[in-house]
T-cell receptor
């Protein structure tokens, strides 16, 4: 059973469109992180959300952490081809005092010019 | 300032062989974690090394072992390779006490077992 479920698994959109990807869990995580990974590269951290209900903005990207700290979303406004990549969410844990990151399977985004 | 560097970038091994992957952490970091990312999957935690000891281990068999050196660099060893070990192996470094949110990943080593 996947602790972190991401949806959709694949997303192909036209340049300029908006999109939202989701990360859901049955467990509470102390924090959730979003990464973008390009082919042949390691994941690059985009943002960390810690507080339930928290909203963070990074240019055209908006990240939300659910009130219960079990789910998160990433919204991209006016997508550009440079946004193409694999978007991964990850939680610290499970369990208190954990040193591991638990990742979802990711959402593969393609932005068509 | 060099980030996390991994070597080699690509590797092809035969089933049953042994392999060693290497990781140099980002300057100033003292903690190294290893992850396995199979095709189409998210990274899975193998283990973390801090102060030259394995601090936490994920759900991987004993064929996977590691080491951390006094200069904080690390090795991942896999014995008796199986076809299913083919994956991208990622190293992430961080500074203890700053939280995993400050972890930086290397570009990975692509291991193919034939």
């Amino acid at each position: 059973t996947q602790l972190l479920e991401q949806s959709p698994q694949f997303l192909s959109i036209q340049e300029g469109e908006n999109l939202t990807v989701y990360c859901n869990s049955s467990s509470v995580f102390s924090s959730l992180q979003w990464y973008r990974q390009e082919p042949g590269e390691g994941p690059v951290l985009l943002v960390t959300v810690v507080t339930g209900g928290e909203v963070k903005k990074l240019k055209r990207l908006t990240f939300q952490f659910g009130d219960a700290r079990k789910d998160s979303s990433l919204h991209i406004t006016a997508a550009q081809p440079g946004d193409t990549g694999l978007y991964l969410c990850a939680g610290v844990g499970p369990g208190a005092g954990s040193y591991q990151l638990t990742f979802g399977k990711g959402t593969k985004l393609s932005v068509i010019p | 300032d060099a980030g996390v560097t991994q070597s080699p970038t690509h590797l092809i091994k035969t089933r049953g062989q042994q392999v060693t992957l290497r990781c140099s952490p980002k300057s100033g970091h003292d903690t190294v974690s290893w992850y396995q990312q199979a095709l189409g999957q998210g990274p899975q935690f193998i283990f973390q090394y801090y102060e030259e000891e394995e601090r936490q281990r994920g759900n991987f068999p004993d064929r996977f072992s590691g080491h951390q050196f006094p200069n904080y660099s690390s090795e991942l060893n896999v014995n008796a390779l199986l076809l299913g070990d083919s994956a991208l192996y990622l190293c992430a470094s961080s500074l203890a006490g700053t939280g995993l949110g400050k972890a930086f990943f290397g570009q990975g080593t692509r291991l193919t077992v034939v």
